[in-house]
């Protein structure tokens, strides 16, 4: 576990000192969440609240990934990580946990903002939300490390990202839109189901990632 | 050798699935004669599943031999995914318009074969955009085997959604179909299938020799 902490450890001081990720995330969720609330004037926010907060968290998360591992390739800080003694599986575990981080504070604090442009309330509901936000950002960001990781070596760079991150998200942010509602609705006898599968994608694109990762960052 | 036999197939068995789809096959009741754009929508949309297979079966041996035959293997079946989920969506288009007068209803099954389809178009653009070969698929490996796993959990995840689709009418719970129609979607499907293989074995042999002519000029650079 040890490796893993260091990863993260280095990961949030950095961040703490130029703030780059965690601003753009959170201006650019903020801003989609605004336009979709003025794209959407006079409609049911009830009924649309819980695609846009998702459609805001999935953009505003791949602008961190981005962010995340073309730090690493910029500077080729990767041949050093990869020079350290730690086992590329680490390696994985600790990106994912770094990600996971900041892009769950940049959420977190996006989430009252769209609470009051959308006029809905503040209750438990919303602690619900915030679990489930937990759960769709870890499966978002287990296989969005990866995934940036790819797309950084490419020709492309950046770009390529949301081509590769959106139909692979597919389920994820499906799961989340519909527990987000079933929440909102204060029904929210099957919630379960989408539960699940956020937990199965999770579980199983952290494993799988543990074990392709050598193979994105073999040289 | 292979390929000339699979092409006659192919080109003797469409024939006779046209014959079984819109002559042998009786009107059905309810959809009349709209039903028979049926026996080309199911086989195309079981053939744009097998891809998916056969895509996450070339990736994990290439990562396994790291032979490029397994590469070339799995991008080639991921070409024919993108061609199989296109012919299935517009037959199925066809369909949704003239029985539930919509294009697109938005049922779960349509949302899970645009979303394989746009799984395989990422697949080829994250290659088009590798000018390394041994990157290109090394890294476009890892995205398959991936992409794969993501084929089941996507069916999960809107497996519950009501569904206007219709039943299935093959396999054990497929009940109620008339043999008749049921041979002329096995039929059509064996047609579908010897299409597939011989485009399928064309686009190895073409993929062969791009991969041979890149060599070649790398060669020639390096001298």
């Keep these: 576990m040890r490796p893993v902490a260091a990863i993260v450890a280095k990961d949030i001081a950095i961040e703490y000192k130029n703030k780059e990720a965690f601003t753009s995330m959170l201006l650019f969720g903020l801003l989609v969440v605004v336009v979709f609330s003025f794209a959407f004037e006079g409609s049911d926010r009830k009924l649309l609240a819980p695609g846009m907060l998702w459609v805001a968290y999935s953009f505003a998360g791949i602008l961190g990934l981005n962010r995340s591992l073309n730090m690493e390739i910029d500077n080729d800080c990767l041949q050093g990580l990869l020079l350290s003694p730690l086992s590329r599986g680490d390696l994985y575990l600790g990106k994912v946990a770094g990600n996971l981080v900041f892009t769950l504070i940049a959420e977190l604090v996006i989430l009252p903002f769209f609470v009051i442009l959308n006029n809905l309330a503040f209750n438990r509901a919303l602690l619900w939300i915030a679990g489930i936000t937990l759960l769709g950002t870890l499966g978002f960001v287990a296989i969005g490390t990866t995934l940036s990781l790819i797309s950084a070596q490419t020709r492309m760079k950046e770009v390529l990202l949301p081509v590769l991150q959106i139909p692979m998200t597919f389920p994820v942010i499906l799961s989340a839109v519909q527990a987000t509602s079933l929440v909102m609705s204060e029904d929210a006898k099957g919630i379960s189901f989408p539960l699940s599968v956020l937990g199965i994608f999770s579980t199983v694109y952290i494993t799988a990632s543990y074990f392709v990762f050598e193979y994105i960052v073999e040289e | ?223």
Excluded at chain 2, 100 to 111: E, H, M, P, Q, S
Excluded at chain 2, 185 to 195: K, P, T, W
């Design chain 2, 1 to 223: 050798m292979k390929s000339r036999i699979l092409g006659v197939a192919s080109i003797v068995g469409i024939a006779v699935a046209l014959y079984f789809a819109l002559v042998y096959a009786p009107t059905e009741q309810t959809m009349g004669t709209l039903q028979r754009v049926f026996y080309f929508h199911l086989p195309q949309a079981i053939l744009s599943y097998l891809a998916a297979f056969l895509v996450g079966f070339g990736s994990l041996m290439y990562l396994a031999t790291r032979d490029l035959k397994w590469d070339r293997f799995a991008y080639c079946n991921a070409e024919l995914g993108v061609l199989f989920t296109t012919t299935t969506l517009v037959t199925g288009m066809i369909w949704g318009r003239l029985a539930w007068n919509v294009w697109w209803a938005g049922d779960a099954r349509t949302n899970l074969e645009l979303i394989l389809g746009l799984l395989y178009v990422g697949y080829l653009m994250l290659r088009a955009y590798l000018p390394e070969r041994e990157k290109r698929a090394r890294l476009s490996t890892v995205f398959g085997f991936l992409a794969v796993l993501d084929v089941p959990i996507n069916y999960g995840a809107i497996y519950w959604w009501e569904t206007q689709h219709p039943k299935p009418v093959l396999g054990p719970r497929g009940g109620g179909a008339d043999p008749d129609i049921k041979l002329a979607i096995y039929v059509s499907l064996l047609a579908f299938a010897f299409v597939y293989a011989w485009l399928l074995t064309k686009r190895l042999q073409v993929a062969q020799l791009e991969d041979e002519v890149g060599s070649l000029e790398s060669t020639m650079e390096a001298s």
